[in-house]
């Protein structure tokens, strides 16, 4: 399998090199190259690469804003020259974190592990896709340490994710799983379920009222009052959803 890769990095000649070396790697095609965060994010949701190479600090937004700013998410590795910010990028659950200047073999061969991995989630997605979707009747065995629950979908209010996790809200519960988000999403039925941002799913027949945000966007209230924020782009499909 190859994966559709974007490098974005403020500078060109880092971006060449990357390029370079990226060439001698046949399971990842460069489709694009961005300079910023804001032209990445344009590319990121035009494109929807399965991976990027992304820098930290850049004009403007830095790495970690622009991971923020996406409704969809690829794949990260981070390639920077800080060594001091691999602990959040654990948490925001990039794929590798590669200091500058790139050791071309080193890099390679780190490289080919995360491809590795990649795939192997890949055929797990697939696996999982050809189950049959969950609807809001089906139950669902909810596990967190030694807590337990046989939980019915129509009564989870909210999927919330927190790095490798997923926390789950129903009744007075909370509980946190193993689990991806985007792995969710593609189990659960889109006729009760919306996915809100990359962060956010959420049960539509909890939404107790919907008030327009900023530059575009909506501001989703639950039933429970926990407030979610849907950008522009979510808000429109939403909004055809829900007929408003």
């Avoid at 971006?15 to 489709?31: A, F, G, P, T, Y």
């Avoid at 937004?61 to 700013?69: D, Y």
């Avoid at 009744?171 to 659960?188: F, M």
């Avoid at 107790?208 to 979510?234: C, M, Y």
Wanted: proline share 2%; charged share 35%.
């Amino acid at each position: 399998m190859k994966y559709r890769a974007i490098i974005i990095d403020d500078e060109r000649l880092a971006r060449q090199e990357l390029k370079s070396v990226l060439k001698n790697q046949k399971k990842v095609d460069v489709i694009d190259e961005a300079a910023n965060a804001i032209e990445a994010k344009d590319k990121i949701e035009k494109l929807s690469p399965d991976l990027i190479f992304l820098d930290i600090q850049m004009p403007g937004k830095n790495g970690f804003e622009l991971l923020e700013s996406l409704d969809y998410t690829p794949e990260v590795i981070f390639v920077t020259a800080y060594d001091e910010f691999a602990l959040r990028a654990f948490e925001v659950s990039a794929l590798d974190y590669i200091l500058k200047p790139v050791e071309e073999e080193k890099f390679l061969k780190s490289l080919e592990n995360k491809l590795d991995q990649m795939e192997q989630k890949d055929e797990i997605k697939t696996n999982e896709n050809e189950s049959e979707t969950l609807g809001e009747n089906d139950q669902v065995f909810v596990k967190d340490g030694d807590k337990c629950w046989f939980v019915t979908l129509k009564d989870i209010r909210l999927f919330e994710s927190e790095g490798n996790y997923v926390r789950v809200y129903f009744d007075n519960n909370k509980p946190l799983i193993l689990k991806s988000l985007n792995a969710l999403d593609k189990k659960l039925s889109d006729k009760v379920f919306f996915r809100a941002n990359r962060k956010h799913i959420i049960n539509l027949k909890w939404i107790d009222k919907i008030e327009t945000w900023f530059n575009g966007g909506l501001l989703v209230i639950l039933k429970d009052e926990k407030r979610i924020e849907i950008s522009r782009r979510q808000a429109a499909k939403l909004k055809e959803k829900m007929s408003l």
